[in-house]
């Protein structure tokens, strides 16, 4: 690993205080223990473990050469396969794997793990998605996990609040939609407790308590 670092990954000059310059050492990104990326046929998988990444890379203040350069490293199997070939065709058109950004890094795997069929999916699954027999709180968890997917129709707030009120279960909605909440937080607990309250409880009919 440490020869495989050395070809790859030349520290900028300068002022070796500022960790926007020496970002963070391989050693250090390992102790985070993000799992290895081998390639299965699982597209939200590979989402996860990119967010996974991500999630790292910001605590530990990586640079952009370092993204690329550790996420690659954490490719095995069939993931490490494309990343091979990926890689030289990068580098023959950029010119060096250092030219490569994160941006562009993520842009690669998802054409290959996460493909636009799959993508389109999801968002399609979160304009169709209302709590139905879910509780308020499955419907809250399966609401951002899939809204991910669809940013621009959450982009705000209020456009958030107002798309999550309008998918709880009739008898909820009416009973939070007079308050005209503007946090989607609250909303959430407020409905919660609604839910609890009156005990409509996962599979019950519409309108009728437990």
């Known amino acids: 690993m440490t020869e495989f670092l050395q070809q790859n990954f030349r520290p900028p000059q300068g002022d070796s205080n500022r960790r926007v310059q020496v970002g963070c050492p391989y050693e250090r990104f390992l102790t985070h223990r993000t799992p290895a990326f081998t390639g299965e046929v699982d597209p939200m998988r ?34 490490a396969n494309w990343w091979e070939t990926k890689r ?6 950029l010119g060096s794997l250092a ?12 054409d290959r793990f996460f493909p636009v069929s799959m993508r389109r999916q999801k968002v399609q699954e979160f ?20 809204g991910r997917f669809a940013p621009h129709l959450i982009a705000t707030e209020e456009l958030r609040v107002e798309r999550f009120q309008e998918g709880l279960r009739h008898e909820i909605c009416r009973q939070v939609a007079y308050l005209r909440i503007k946090d ?16 409509f409880g996962v599979g019950s009919p519409p309108g009728q308590k437990r």
């Open 99 to 110: 030219a490569v950004s994160w941006q562009r890094f993520k842009k690669e795997f998802d």
């Open 127 to 146: 304009n169709n998605l209302v709590q139905g027999d879910m509780t308020v709180e499955q419907y809250a968890r399966k609401f951002m996990d899939l």
């Open 46 to 79: 590979a989402r996860r473990w990119i967010q996974d990444l991500e999630r790292t890379f910001e605590v530990c203040g990586c640079t952009e050469a370092q993204m690329v350069l550790y996420g690659s490293y954490m490719l095995q199997g069939e993931a």
């Open 184 to 199: 989607f937080q609250e909303l959430v607990d407020l409905a919660s407790i609604v839910e609890r309250e009156n005990s």
């Open 88 to 93: 030289i065709l990068l580098e023959m058109e």
